[in-house]
């Protein structure tokens, strides 16, 4: 690969990253606080794991050159095979679906600008993760890095900012905490178990996002009918849904498989930038959109985010030590 060809996938990565953060909390809020017909969530989340679902489907069928025989050999093999490594994608399949279905209920209660920051608690649930699961070790600079990111989102949560142009009398702020940190911690469990998963085995990224989303989706069906039912055979399945949902779900299936492809060509320091790039890009449209009404207290505990990021995504340069050649006089 070129000079020039990497510097422009870096940049590439930097842009989907970057708008993978921000679009999409700023799109999951504006889709809970517009005017019109509520849409019911487990529906969205549902229709985005079968999105995903037939997008993988054919990436594999892609990566097999368009063999249809071998796509269809390939599924048998893998899936109904080798029946006991389908099930033990069951459980982050569940634990995905679960945490989708909390994102919403965090961004139906939280302003974006706060949802966003405190999401970044997942790298602290999955730091623990690792350390428990993974037996990976961190260096002092990313623990010192976690407690700076707990103050930070402390701060911003015991903060005052507040949206002025949002009708908030039916939003709990704990309630949208509670949720967007179990989502954290779900978030943590699955993507380190996930993991593992994937470094046992040589199935291919695209057929385990198969396999998550097979799994998903009777999950999904259930937690419809589970919390929606009702509502569903008096109003239809897709009540409330427009454009703009359809693009949302779009948007939640898509949007993390174009984060898988471009996250190889981005080191920590440029994740980390995206990231915290995404933070200053919600904030700023907040206060446009929803006329967020930012405070000092806030604004200091995202610096303090945005510092965490960094410093955990910072790997010091490895000591080489020379060998000298020692001649005697």
């Avoid at 009398?169 to 949720?179: L, V």
């Avoid at 693009?247 to 080191?267: P, R």
């Avoid at 700023?284 to 505990?301: A, E, R």
Wanted: proline share 1%; glycine share 6%; net charge positive.
């Amino acid at each position: 690969m070129s000079i020039e060809t990497a510097r422009k996938l870096k940049y590439m990565s930097l842009l989907t990253l970057t708008a993978q953060n921000a679009i999409l909390g700023l799109s999951m809020r504006y889709s809970r606080t517009r005017d019109g017909d509520m849409f019911y969530e487990a529906t969205a989340v549902l229709m985005a794991e079968l999105v995903k679902f037939f997008t993988c489907l054919f990436l594999v069928y892609k990566d097999l050159h368009y063999d249809i025989n071998e796509w269809k050999n390939t599924l048998y093999q893998t899936i109904w095979i080798n029946k006991v490594d389908t099930l033990k994608v069951c459980i982050p399949s569940f634990i995905y679906l679960v945490q989708n279905n909390l994102l919403y209920v965090a961004a139906s209660n939280l302003d974006v600008a706060t949802y966003q920051i405190t999401y970044q608690l997942k790298i602290l649930t999955t730091a623990i993760f690792a350390v428990l699961i993974l037996k990976r070790q961190l260096i002092k600079t990313q623990w010192l890095s976690l407690g700076f990111l707990i103050i930070g989102v402390a701060m911003v949560q015991l903060s005052d900012a507040k949206e002025s142009n949002v009708n908030t009398e039916n939003q709990s702020r704990a309630k949208g905490f509670i949720a967007a940190i179990s989502a954290c911690v779900l978030s943590g469990l699955a993507g380190i178990y996930f993991e593992k998963i994937l470094k046992g085995s040589d199935v291919s990224v695209w057929m385990r996002n198969v396999q998550l989303s097979l799994m998903s989706v009777p999950f999904g069906i259930g937690a419809v009918w589970l919390k929606h039912g009702s509502e569903i055979s008096e109003n239809g399945f897709f009540f409330g849904y427009d454009l703009f949902i359809w693009y949302l779900v779009v948007l939640n299936a898509t949007g993390g498989l174009l984060v898988a492809v471009v996250i190889k060509y981005a080191d920590n320091i440029l994740k980390g930038f995206a990231c915290s790039l995404a933070i200053i890009i919600t904030c700023f449209v907040s206060v446009l959109l929803f006329g967020f009404q930012l405070s000092i207290q806030f604004i200091l505990g995202a610096v303090f985010v945005i510092m965490s990021i960094f410093m955990y995504g910072y790997q010091p340069p490895k000591k080489t030590v020379k060998n000298e050649e020692i001649t005697e006089a």
